[in-house]
Nanobody, 131 residues
Framework: QVQLVESGGGSVQSGGALRLSCEASGYTHRSYCMGWFRQAPGQEREGVAALDADGTTKYADSVKGRFTISVASGKLASYLQMNSLKPDDTAMYYC?????????????????????????WGQGTQVTVTS
């Protein structure tokens, strides 16, 4: 059974950068769609970025041009480089994974950012951006 562990969160000033990591264990292959989500207190969990096994990437409009998702070569791991951070980016960040082909293909791939499409979740890492 695949397990995910996030790291790299912390507190940073507005305009700063952080790199989140998500390491997987218990996998038998690496054909997964990897996603990053966040949840602020009192708000619903929202999709931030996703990278499908076919190389398709999807970003929330709020992070386009600032965040970059990537995956490791040779192991199942995902990274989220976050630049130009804003106080609105403050949230608990979660890594998620689902086997390739599990998410229904639709034009522009909006389903890649839907939490309900993912089957495996990490425990989260807190990101706090101060002004």
């Amino acid at each position: 059974q695949v397990q995910l562990v996030e790291s790299g969160g912390g507190s940073v000033q507005s305009g700063g950068a952080l790199r989140l990591s998500c390491e997987a264990s218990g996998y038998t292959h690496r054909s997964y769609c990897m996603g990053w989500f966040r949840q602020a207190p009192g708000q619903e969990r929202e999709g931030v970025a996703a990278l499908d096994a076919d190389g398709t990437t999807k970003y929330a409009d709020s992070v386009k041009g600032r965040f970059t998702i990537s995956v490791a070569s040779g192991k199942l791991a995902s990274y989220l480089q976050m630049n130009s951070l804003k106080p609105d980016d403050t949230a608990m960040y979660y890594c998620a994974a689902v086997e390739r082909g599990s998410i229904l293909w639709t034009p522009d791939r909006p389903r890649l950012l839907l939490p309900d499409e993912y089957s495996t979740w990490g425990q989260g890492t807190q990101v706090t951006v101060t002004s």
